[in-house]
């Protein structure tokens, strides 16, 4: 084992110190909660594991299904007008009952300058309390995914938020921290008994929670583990329960272990990678005064030299599924036909396309990628370093963990990139409202239409009026065939400007001790109410 492995190993062992007797989940995790503020990120990972601290009004089942969370039912009123029924008797972790006033809290916080989730609540207009246990939100439109919006939205506490400073959401892209940064007060099945970022999370259950669940865990370690070999070493040595996830190399060598078994799946998230098309001089290019990046040959050329088949065959050993599209099967709005046109590789082209530009020659370029977040991040990127080589584009890496990554990404601090996406409604609007919208600044700029919140994570600052006018039709379409038909021209659009370069859809793996049992979710969620130890 490599030295720096061992003294990782080592490092996590005190946490398997009298955890079965106590039913105790330990966690080897590859990245870590980035902030306890629930709307400082929009990271799946860090929502799910905030989830079972703060909760939402609307949750999900293990097949994903929605039902009801802190809200017990909920009703359409009009088009535009929603009335959630919020269940009484619930209260946070230090006592105070949970009312209307928290949810109208938490709805204006999350919609705040520097929240994270803006575009899952873009299109809330107004958010009122009837009574203290019953809210009205009313839409700027038809919102046909709120309710499915609404499972991201974790909800606070009123009175702790306003106690200690955190009226405002953490905003991690201005480096702006609060008291809610590295403390929670929630109330979902576990609380918080510490959080020290990098290092281990420890959550401990709530006894007095509303509901029940089937879990019979006392307390969950979680420990960010971003080196495979030793994530994978800690499993098989017993200091912790359930890895994940496990690297497509290793897991027949860890399935065969004994007392181990692992658990595999298709996941709905898609790796894909982002360029620089807006700026005028890329900040990480030897190009000075210019910005290759803008010439959409440039763009074509990166994405014809990018062999995905040696991707799959090579690092994924077969696990992942290319693709053309943000958004994989299962995904409402998922275009086989758009999907099947994804543009081939071929070097003689992209050599072309680089001439035609003027960069026959190649140039200088950095990227930038998370090395603990998706399956085989830093290697992939390696490899795509290689194969634009071929066509004279010189990459320098630097890949860094999620929680430093995910800031940088933010400040859009890149000029290429590689970033991972699923949808939290399941639908594709979400993603092409975030992904392929223009931004809002820059619409403005172009006398364009603006919803606020879109284009929040399209960093590239791509830009095209026909996408733009397709998915702010979908935004509020309630006939599925027309939505689908506007999503499909948002996609073409996508693909016929290159305005990204979608990789594939990865496959899940989680290794695990005998005895633990799960639900594997096929968004790589995992829901602790579900999760029992012997």
């Known amino acids: 084992m490599p030295r720096l492995a061992l003294a990782l190993l080592l490092a996590i062992a005190p946490i398997g110190l009298g955890a079965a007797a106590a039913q105790t989940l330990r966690i080897a995790y590859q990245g870590d909660v980035v902030s306890m503020d629930p709307y400082a990120v929009n990271e799946t990972f860090t929502t799910a594991f905030l989830s079972h601290i703060n909760e939402p009004l609307v949750r999900r089942l293990p097949d994903l299904t929605l039902e009801p969370g802190l809200a017990e039912r909920w009703e359409r009123l009009t088009e535009t007008r929603w009335r959630f029924h919020l269940r009484r008797g619930v209260a946070f972790h230090e006592g105070e009952p949970f009312s209307a006033a928290d949810v109208v809290f938490s709805l204006d916080r999350v919609r705040k300058p ?26 700027d439109g038809p919102a046909p995914t709120l309710l499915a919006d609404l499972t991201n939205i974790l909800i606070m506490s009123k009175r702790w938020a306003e106690a200690h400073g955190a009226e405002d959401p953490v905003d991690i892209r201005a480096r702006r921290e609060n008291h809610a940064a590295r403390h929670a007060n929630g109330t979902g099945p576990f609380l918080v008994r510490s959080y020290a970022p990098g290092e281990r999370t420890v959550l401990i259950r709530n006894e007095s929670w509303w509901d029940r669940m089937e879990s019979n865990l006392r307390e969950v370690v979680l420990q960010p583990v971003g080196s495979d070999p030793t994530r994978v070493a800690a499993l098989l040595s017993g200091q912790v329960d359930l890895a994940w996830p496990i690297p497509v190399q290793d897991i027949a060598r860890v399935a065969a272990a004994p007392g181990i078994r692992v658990m595999e799946g298709m996941d709905l998230r898609t790796i894909f990678l982002g360029m620089d098309q807006s700026s005028d001089e890329l900040r990480y290019a030897s190009v000075k005064g210019s910005n290759p990046l803008a010439d959409q040959r440039v763009r074509e050329a990166m994405y014809r030299a990018i062999d995905i088949a ?5 690092l994924m050993r077969g696990r992942a599924t290319p693709t053309a599209l943000l958004n994989g099967p299962g995904i409402e709005g998922f275009d086989a036909e758009q999907n099947a046109r994804r543009p081939g590789f071929d070097l003689a082209r992209a050599r072309a396309l680089m001439a035609e530009a003027g960069y026959g020659n190649g140039f200088e370029l950095g990227m930038h990628c ?25 990459v320098t890496l630097t890949a860094e963990p999620a929680a430093q990554y995910f800031g940088r990404a933010q400040r ?119 999760v029992r130890v012997p």
Not at 119 to 128: E, Q
Not at 310 to 314: D, K, M, N, P
Not at 370 to 394: F, K, S, T
Request: hydrophobic residues 40%; glycine residues 6%.
């Open 412 to 530: 859009r601090d890149v000029s290429f990139y590689m970033l991972g996406t699923t949808p939290p409604t399941y639908d594709s609007f979400s993603t092409l409202f975030g992904l392929v919208m223009c931004r809002e600044e820059m619409a403005r700029a172009r006398g364009w239409p603006i919803i606020r919140g879109q284009g929040q994570f399209n960093h590239g600052g791509f830009c095209d009026r026909e996408a733009d006018a397709a998915i702010a039709a979908a935004r509020s379409e309630l006939d599925p065939a027309k939505r689908r038909a506007h999503f499909a021209t948002a996609w073409r659009v996508m693909i016929d400007r290159y305005a990204y370069i979608p990789l594939h859809q990865q496959a899940l793996a989680w290794g695990m001790r005998e005895g633990v049992s799960l639900r594997q979710r096929p968004d790589d969620v995992l829901d602790l109410r579900f």
């Open 114 to 139: 520097g929240s994270a989730l803006l575009a899952r609540v873009a299109s809330v207009k107004a958010v009122t309390a009837v009574d203290s246990h019953t809210v009205e939100i009313e839409t």
């Open 370 to 394: 998370p090395n603990n977040r998706y399956v085989n991040d830093e290697q992939i990127c390696q490899a795509v370093g290689q194969m634009l080589a071929r066509i004279g584009i010189r």
């Open 310 to 314: 040696a991707i799959r065959t090579r």
